[in-house]
C-alpha cells in the first residue's frame, strides 16, 4: 500500500495550496481512504522531499502538522507512523469532510482556464508577453558559460540590485543587495524566516483575519500564533501588547491589509515600532500588493520608518508579474545579513536563475515600471465593472467594501452565517469565491466573500459571472 500511494503522490506548483500542505492532504487523504493504515511507516524527510523534488523543510511542515493533530506520530530515529490509535476510529467518515476546503481547492478548470473571482491572480492578458518572450530567449542566447554553473544561493546580484533601485525610487526603502535574499515564494520566504530568527515555541501576532496560508506554517514550524485583532486602524497592537508582549514577531500586512483593505494608520505604525524595539522583537512586513493602488502614490512601507533595524521586508513578484515565477524577496536589516546568509547556504534559493535574470532585465530595461502604470488604470475599471455588477444584481445581500487598490474586492452580507456555505457551493459550480469566516483566526470580522477582479477583460464577463453568484443567493431564500 505504502508503495501504491507513493507512485500516487503528485504536487502541482499550480495550485492556490502551497506544497507542504498538497503533501498534508494527500496523507491525510489516503489514512481516510484506506491507503495508509495505522501503523504504517512512513517515508523518511530527507526520502520524501528527495522522491517530490522539494526541500526538506516542505516534508517537516506538512509532516509536523499531521502530527500535531495526531494522524501521524513520531518516533525519533525509528522514523514516523500513521497512529496506532487511529487503527478502531471511524477514520473515513471523519476526515473526507475536509480534504478540499473552499481555499484549498484547484483554482483551475480542467482545461486550464482560470475561474471566475480566483483569488490572487493578476491581469494575464495585460502582461506583456511577446516582450518576456524576447528577454527570456535573449537571456538563453546570451549567457555565459558560468551561468550554468550553481548559482548563488542568495540570489543572483543583478536581480538583487534591480530590486535594490527599485524599492529606493518606488517605496522609499534605502538597503544594500547583500540585504536582499530571493526566495521560491512566500510560503520559502515564511520558511527561511522562521528557520533563521525564531525557535520552537516562539509567540508571534498574526493578523485577524488574515493570510490562511500563514497561521499552518507557523502552527506546523511549532510556534505559537497569537491571533492580533484588525479593525479600520489596522491590527491592533495594545491587544497584541496585553496577549502577548513578549512574542517575537509580528507578521502583517500594513499598507494593504489582507483580506480588510484597511491600511495600519501611523499611530499604531509608531507603536509597533516601539514594540519591537523594547521586546528585540521582529517585524515581517509583506507589502504583497502596495504598487497597486488606484488613486495617488503607494503608501510609505513600514520599513521606510524603520531606524532600529526590527523591520524585514517582503516583496512578491507573483501580484506585479505572475504568479508562476513562484519568485519573492526579502530585505533584512543590515546586522542580519550573515545568519541570513548562513541560512540560505543550507536551503538554497530554489528560482531558476534564467528567470531571475530575465526579471533583473525586465526591471533594468524600465519594463516593470510601464507595466506597473499600465496596470493601475486597467485594475480600477475592472474592480468598478464587478462592483456595478454586484450592486445592481445583489444590492439587496451584500455591500462592496470601499477600497484604494488591490486586485481583491470584498463583498459584505447583510445575513450571517451565510459567507461560508455560498462559497462552497460556488466552487463547486465554478466559481473561485473565498469566505472571509475562512481567514478568521479567533475573532469574527463579520461575513463577507472575496472575489478577484483582475480577469475580467470585458464589463459582460463580470456580469455573466455575477449572474451565476446570484442563482446562490436566491436558491437560499
Known amino acids: 500500500m505504502m508503495r501504491q500511494f507513493l507512485s500516487s503522490l503528485r504536487l502541482d506548483a499550480q495550485l492556490a495550496d502551497p506544497l507542504y500542505r498538497q503533501i498534508y ?3 491525510k487523504d489516503a489514512i481516510a481512504q484506506g491507503s495508509l493504515l495505522a501503523g504504517s511507516r512512513l517515508p523518511s524527510v530527507r526520502g520524501l522531499a528527495s522522491d517530490l523534488g522539494v526541500a526538506r523543510a516542505t516534508v517537516e ?10 494522524f501521524l506520530q513520531s518516533r525519533g530515529q525509528a522514523g514516523t507512523y500513521v497512529s496506532p490509535q487511529l487503527q478502531n476510529l471511524p477514520v473515513r467518515a471523519a476526515l473526507t469532510t ?32 511577446a516582450l518576456w518572450q524576447r528577454i527570456v530567449g535573449r537571456q538563453l542566447r546570451t549567457a555565459p558559460l558560468a551561468a550554468m554553473a550553481h548559482p548563488s544561493t542568495q540570489g543572483l546580484p543583478e536581480l538583487r540590485a534591480a530590486i535594490v533601485n527599485y524599492l529606493q525610487l518606488s517605496r522609499g526603502i534605502n538597503c544594500r543587495p547583500e540585504q536582499v535574499f530571493i526566495c521560491a515564494g512566500y510560503q520559502a520566504l515564511l520558511d527561511f524566516v522562521i528557520g533563521t530568527l525564531l525557535k520552537t515555541g516562539d ?62 494608520s501611523l499611530a499604531r505604525r509608531m507603536a ?32 521606510s520608518l524603520d531606524r532600529q533595524g526590527r523591520v524585514l521586508y517582503a516583496g512578491t513578484f507573483s501580484k506585479t508579474l505572475f504568479p508562476a515565477l513562484r519568485m519573492a524577496y526579502l530585505v533584512v536589516p543590515l546586522e542580519q545579513v550573515d545568519a541570513f546568509g548562513r541560512s540560505s547556504r543550507l536551503r538554497g534559493c530554489g528560482c531558476p536563475p534564467l528567470m531571475q535574470a530575465s ?69 463547486q459550480r465554478g466559481l473561485s469565491i473565498q469566505a472571509l469566516s475562512d481567514w478568521h483566526i479567533a475573532s469574527a470580522a463579520g461575513d463577507g466573500l472575496l472575489m478577484g477582479f483582475a480577469n475580467f477583460t470585458q464589463q459582460s464577463e463580470a456580469e455573466r459571472a455575477v449572474a451565476r453568484l446570484a442563482e446562490l443567493f436566491d436558491a437560499t431564500n
Open 25 to 27: 492532504l494527500r496523507i
Open 61 to 70: 511542515s506538512a509532516y509536523g502538522q499531521l502530527i500535531a493533530e495526531g
Open 98 to 129: 475536509e480534504v478540499l476546503p473552499a481555499v484549498a481547492a484547484n483554482p483551475l478548470h480542467p482545461s486550464g482556464a482560470t475561474q471566475p473571482f480566483q483569488l490572487g491572480l493578476p491581469a494575464l492578458d495585460a502582461f506583456p508577453r
Open 203 to 264: 509567540e508571534v501576532w498574526l493578523e485577524d483575519p488574515g493570510y490562511p496560508v500563514t497561521l499552518p506554517l507557523f502552527r506546523a514550524a511549532g510556534m505559537q500564533p497569537v491571533a492580533v485583532p484588525v479593525d479600520e486602524q489596522g491590527m491592533n497592537i495594545a491587544v497584541g501588547v496585553a496577549a502577548a508582549r513578549r512574542a517575537r514577531m509580528a507578521v502583517l500586512t500594513p499598507t494593504h491589509q489582507s483580506p480588510l483593505g484597511v491600511s495600519l
Open 272 to 303: 509597533l515600532l516601539e514594540w519591537a524595539q523594547q521586546q528585540g522583537a521582529w517585524i515581517l512586513e509583506d507589502d504583497y500588493d502596495s504598487e497597486v493602488r488606484y488613486h495617488g502614490r503607494p503608501l510609505p512601507p513600514l520599513k
Open 359 to 427: 526579471v533583473a532585465d525586465f526591471i533594468h530595461q524600465g519594463h516593470f515600471y510601464r507595466h506597473l502604470k499600465r496596470m493601475r488604470p486597467l485594475y480600477r475599471q475592472r474592480r468598478e465593472w464587478l462592483a456595478q455588477a454586484l450592486a445592481r444584481q445583489l444590492g439587496e445581500y451584500l455591500t462592496v467594501s470601499s477600497q484604494a487598490g488591490g486586485i481583491q474586492l470584498l463583498a459584505r452580507l447583510t445575513a450571517k452565517g451565510l459567507d461560508r456555505r455560498i462559497a462552497q457551493e460556488a466552487w
